[in-house]
């Protein structure tokens, strides 16, 4: 089974790019991110005639989550336990649409898009690190539970973890993404047994997930790696490939749809 996830930064702008890549790509279960739209707005029937079922969760052009799969949809649940909200009109934390999960083939998958944290200074930042915390507690009494549960956690971290994860550590001094306290908020659930499956097939400096639209990032390699599969021990187990798609963020021939900022990432799992 093939399992991936990508930030599409507006679901409603690259459905076309999108939904082409899982043609082509053979993927079984997509996580996607940043949709930028409610539900009632999510362009749902391009997935369906392409043989995938769709659930979303959005509310407004912020943020916004969505898993579409051709081998089933079950137990569909938006938000995990614990988990803050930044929303100041809505306590509940689904609101923020930044957590969805639903079990395909046996793979429990959450798509996650972990808050930005703005600037060392902004509550954001703040708010990030208990989001994290949150979701770090919350995962771990999901093994205590079932030590066996196949669990993906992937998406946008909104994390580099390590200082070959960015093209240049001077250039995001002082900065989110790379301080202290999130690399640790990041490896708090890598400690509780949560793998980063894809690592191993994708070693090595110069490895991106995403590289900003200003500047020419893309063609001069001044990427970020922020976006990660995170498998179960069971899960990582069946794990024999994974990869980072940078093609599908390469820019097209004029006239074609603009790529995300992010690449897709992928892995495929035994059965």
């Known amino acids: 089974m093939r399992i991936a996830t990508w930030n599409v930064n507006s679901i409603r702008a690259r459905v076309d790019r999108v939904v082409d890549w899982l043609r082509r790509g053979e993927v079984d279960v997509l996580a996607m991110q940043e949709t930028k739209c409610s539900d009632d707005q999510f362009p749902t029937m391009p997935f369906l005639e392409a043989g995938y079922e769709v659930v979303h969760c959005g509310f407004n052009q912020w943020n916004g989550v969505a898993i ?35 079990t395909c083939a046996g793979v429990q998958v959450w798509s996650l898009y972990v808050p930005n944290g703005r600037t060392l200074a902004d509550p954001h930042y703040q708010y990030k690190l208990e989001w994290l915390a949150a979701l770090r507690d919350t995962a771990e009494s999901w093994l205590q539970r079932d030590p066996q549960a196949q669990i993906a956690l992937v998406g946008d971290w909104n994390i580099a973890p390590a200082d070959e994860d960015v093209w240049d550590m001077d250039a995001f001094r002082d900065s989110t993404h790379v301080s202290e306290p999130e690399r640790k908020a990041f490896n708090a659930i890598v400690e509780t047994r949560f793998t980063d499956v894809v690592r191993p097939f994708t070693p090595g400096p110069g490895v991106y997930t995403y590289w900003d639209y200003t500047q020419l990032a893309f063609q001069k390699r001044r990427g970020m790696r922020i976006d990660f599969i995170l498998g179960s021990p069971a899960l990582a187990d069946r794990v024999v490939h994974a990869e980072i798609v940078k093609d599908e963020r390469r820019p097209g021939k004029k006239g074609d749809p603009a790529p995300s900022d992010h690449a897709p990432v992928l892995v495929d799992l035994r059965r």
């Open 68 to 102: 579409a799969s051709r081998v089933g949809l079950e137990d569909v649940q938006a938000g995990f336990e614990g988990q803050p909200s930044w929303s100041k009109d809505r306590a509940d934390a689904k609101s923020e649409a930044r957590a969805l999960a639903a």
